[in-house]
């Protein structure tokens, strides 16, 4: 079963006090199993963003202490700052990763807020998926009022917490109230602008936002509101759906921006959000200078962002995947007001394991453990890695050809077969450390105990599973390596001919991966007790082996005719 990963993502009522802020954090990582991924301060808003993760039981855990630590430490009587808020611990999103449902998240979050009203005797309520009821789910309707309200909102019997006490007693009126839910990934992202005007930054916010603006007779800012039948306001839609924002003008930087909550990015993703703010503002002579994103994101999200533009471009888009997050910084400006570590921001990168991989040592750190006294990285390791170099080379020469002048009308055929090399290449670059992985699963087995009959069972059953894998995985190299010629070969005859040489290259490093890797299928494949499945194998092996040669051979000839 896999492992169950939930992330939390508190707000608290604090932005300024660096002391305070990292006395609430730090209890995060007092429990055991929680990974603290971001801290997120803001001055002017006078909050700060805290972001963890963890398996449910210990994000929990985790989210109380940081909760009551809250409680200690802000005094919501005194509290002042651009968001709306209204409480010491505004907010705490509880957020699915991995191996579970929003259903069963949304579980936790009441197992929390029954906690915290209980043993805290915070006031809460429930929000979006945790939401007890329809008029709940909206944050903005469960915070309406903010703190300064609070005491008229709890004493509303429509508006009875979900949890904790229903009156504003002197321990509320320090901690204020909680909202806590289960949501989808939440990207929390501003937009910033030219100008110092909060009026102007909201009016392109209604311009984009789902909820657009308010229906006015005549002046679209002072008018008479239209009513509908029922009394309420009739509201001109925006322009994108799943996007929350206002304006507002940030002291700290001087500017005004528009704060967007983006709540569902497979609807309406972060450089979409962008780009239709750009468009917004121009026409409103307004100038976007860049973007600011609070909190972390996933890693698709910026590779998007980076496909997005560029194709713009008329760009390659088999470029390999630190390029693109550098295109995705630039295009959006998330630099613009201080800089950008993606090491700190992408949430995939902040939840790497700290072992190195041979993948990750330099070319002289990688050859020397080869060289070493060590039976590992051996053959097979080193046939994925020359495999993972020759689709370097044809992808390479895809990418010079979608960027040949005269060849405008063809960057999208080329783009496309560079996508198809960086597929294999970061296949083969997999491959590299799992056979190094399978072969010491084979070292496992034998160093199992063999005392008891149970035992030597156990041990036999280990290492014939662990020698088909390791027979596996080289067999894998070689169908990589074998498919992956089809870019080099496309290259030679189709790409650039100044390249031509670089395309053969790849093609003899993708023979020769092939061929390493089909002896160390081979002679894995003997020591397997299973015939059939040996056999098999082999016999797939050596189908690959031959087509792999008639290949060079074709590609070589061709070559050495146009030389």
Same mark, same amino acid.
């Given at each position: 079963?896999?492992?169950q990963?939930?992330?939390?993502?508190?707000?608290?009522?604090?932005?300024r006090?660096?002391?305070?802020?990292q006395?609430?954090?730090?209890?995060?990582e007092?429990?055991?199993?929680?990974?603290?991924?971001?801290v $997120?301060?803001?001055?002017?808003?006078?909050?700060?963003?805290?972001?963890?993760v963890?398996?449910?039981?210990n994000?929990i855990?985790?989210a109380?202490?940081?909760?009551?630590k809250?409680?200690? !430490?802000?005094d919501?009587s005194?509290?002042?700052?651009?968001?709306?808020?209204?409480?010491?611990?505004?907010?705490?999103?509880?957020v699915?990763?991995?191996?579970?449902?929003?259903e069963?998240?949304?579980?936790?979050?009441?197992?929390?807020?029954?906690?915290?009203?209980?043993?805290?005797?915070?006031?809460?309520?429930f929000?979006?998926?945790a939401?007890?009821?329809?008029?709940?789910?909206?944050?903005a309707?469960?915070r309406?009022?903010?703190y300064?309200? !609070?005491?008229?909102?709890?004493?509303?019997?429509?508006?009875?917490?979900?949890?904790?006490?229903?009156?504003?007693?002197?321990?509320?009126k320090?901690?204020?109230?909680?909202?806590?839910?289960?949501?989808?990934?939440?990207?929390?992202?501003?937009?910033?602008?030219?100008?110092t005007?909060?009026?102007r930054?909201?009016?392109v916010?209604?311009?984009?936002?789902?909820a657009?603006?308010?229906?006015?007779e005549?002046?679209s800012?002072?008018?008479?509101?239209?009513? $509908?039948?029922?009394g309420?306001?009739v509201r001109?839609?925006?322009k994108?759906?799943?996007?929350?924002?206002?304006g507002?003008?940030i002291?700290?930087?001087?500017?005004?921006?528009?704060?967007?909550?983006?709540?569902?990015?497979?609807?309406?993703?972060?450089?979409?959000?962008?780009?239709?703010?750009?468009k917004?503002a121009?026409?409103?002579?307004?100038?976007?200078?860049?973007?600011?994103?609070i909190?972390?994101?996933p890693l698709?999200?910026?590779?998007?962002?980076?496909?997005?533009?560029?194709?713009?471009?008329?760009?390659?888009l088999?470029?390999?995947?630190?390029?693109?997050?550098?295109?995705?910084?630039?295009?959006?400006?998330l630099?613009d007001l201080?800089?950008f570590?993606?090491?700190?921001?992408?949430?995939?990168?902040? !939840?790497?394991?700290?072992s190195?991989k041979?993948?990750?040592?330099?070319?002289t750190?990688?050859?020397?453990?080869t060289?070493?006294?060590?039976?590992?990285?051996?053959?097979?390791?080193i046939?994925?890695?020359?495999?993972?170099?020759?689709?370097?080379?044809g992808?390479?020469?895809?990418?010079l050809?979608?960027?040949k002048?005269?060849?405008?009308?063809?960057?999208?055929?080329?783009? $496309?077969?560079?996508?198809k090399?960086?597929?294999?290449?970061?296949?083969?670059?997999?491959?590299?450390?799992? $056979?190094?992985?399978?072969?010491?699963k084979?070292?496992?087995?034998?160093?199992?105990?063999?005392?008891t009959?149970?035992e030597?069972?156990?041990?036999?059953n280990a290492?014939?599973?662990?020698t088909?894998?390791?027979t596996?995985?080289?067999?894998?190299?070689m169908?990589?390596?074998?498919?992956s010629?089809?870019v080099?070969k496309?290259?030679v005859?189709?790409?650039?001919?100044?390249?031509?040489?670089?395309?053969?290259?790849g093609?003899?490093?993708?023979?020769?991966?092939?061929t390493?890797?089909?002896?160390n299928?081979?002679?894995?494949a003997?020591d397997?007790?299973d015939?059939?499945?040996a056999e098999?194998?082999?016999?797939?092996?050596?189908?690959?082996?031959h087509?792999?040669?008639l290949?060079?051979?074709?590609?070589?000839e061709?070559?050495d005719?146009?030389?």
């Amino acid at each position: 079963m896999n492992k169950q990963l939930i992330e939390c993502v508190p707000n608290i009522s604090e932005g300024r006090d660096m002391h305070k802020i990292q006395a609430i954090s730090n209890v995060v990582e007092t429990v055991e199993g929680v990974k603290l991924l971001d801290v $997120d301060p803001g001055k002017a808003t006078n909050r700060t963003v805290i972001t963890f993760v963890g398996e449910p039981k210990n994000v929990i855990e985790a989210a109380f202490r940081l909760i009551k630590k809250a409680a200690e !430490l802000i005094d919501m009587s005194k509290h002042s700052g651009e968001h709306p808020r209204f409480g010491a611990t505004d907010v705490c999103p509880l957020v699915p990763i991995a191996g579970i449902t929003m259903e069963e998240t949304a579980k936790y979050a009441h197992q929390l807020g029954k906690r915290i009203g209980e043993e805290l005797e915070i006031p809460g309520y429930f929000y979006e998926n945790a939401a007890t009821e329809e008029k709940r789910k909206n944050l903005a309707s469960c915070r309406s009022g903010e703190y300064e309200g !609070l005491k008229e909102k709890l004493n509303n019997p429509d508006w009875k917490p979900d949890f904790g006490p229903a009156n504003f007693n002197e321990s509320v009126k320090k901690t204020g109230a909680i909202a806590i839910s289960a949501r989808d990934f939440l990207i929390a992202y501003n937009v910033n602008l030219n100008s110092t005007s909060t009026r102007r930054a909201n009016a392109v916010a209604f311009d984009i936002r789902e909820a657009g603006r308010i229906k006015r007779e005549g002046n679209s800012s002072t008018g008479k509101k239209v009513l $509908d039948k029922n009394g309420e306001p009739v509201r001109i839609p925006g322009k994108l759906k799943a996007v929350k924002g206002i304006g507002w003008f940030i002291e700290e930087y001087g500017i005004a921006q528009i704060s967007y909550n983006l709540t569902n990015i497979n609807i309406t993703s972060m450089h979409v959000a962008f780009d239709e703010t750009v468009k917004a503002a121009d026409k409103r002579g307004l100038r976007v200078t860049g973007s600011e994103l609070i909190g972390l994101i996933p890693l698709q999200a910026m590779l998007d962002a980076a496909d997005y533009f560029l194709k713009k471009q008329e760009r390659s888009l088999g470029i390999s995947e630190a390029e693109k997050i550098k295109i995705a910084i630039k295009s959006l400006g998330l630099d613009d007001l201080k800089p950008f570590n993606p090491n700190e921001k992408i949430i995939e990168y902040l !939840l790497k394991e700290d072992s190195k991989k041979l993948v990750d040592l330099t070319v002289t750190e990688f050859a020397e453990e080869t060289a070493g006294e060590s039976m590992a990285p051996g053959g097979g390791s080193i046939s994925a890695y020359v495999g993972a170099l020759g689709v370097s080379l044809g992808t390479m020469v895809a990418n010079l050809s979608a960027h040949k002048p005269g060849w405008d009308d063809k960057w999208e055929y080329f783009s $496309d077969w560079a996508v198809k090399g960086q597929n294999y290449k970061n296949q083969l670059l997999f491959l590299v450390d799992e $056979d190094t992985n399978a072969f010491n699963k084979i070292i496992e087995g034998f160093r199992m105990p063999k005392k008891t009959e149970e035992e030597k069972l156990a041990r036999k059953n280990a290492i014939e599973t662990a020698t088909k894998y390791a027979t596996e995985i080289p067999f894998q190299v070689m169908e990589t390596s074998y498919n992956s010629m089809e870019v080099m070969k496309e290259m030679v005859y189709n790409g650039l001919q100044n390249s031509l040489s670089d395309a053969g290259v790849g093609i003899l490093c993708a023979k020769t991966a092939v061929t390493g890797a089909y002896f160390n299928v081979r002679i894995n494949a003997k020591d397997i007790k299973d015939r059939d499945f040996a056999e098999n194998i082999i016999k797939k092996a050596t189908d690959i082996y031959h087509k792999t040669i008639l290949i060079e051979k074709e590609i070589m000839e061709y070559i050495d005719s146009k030389m």
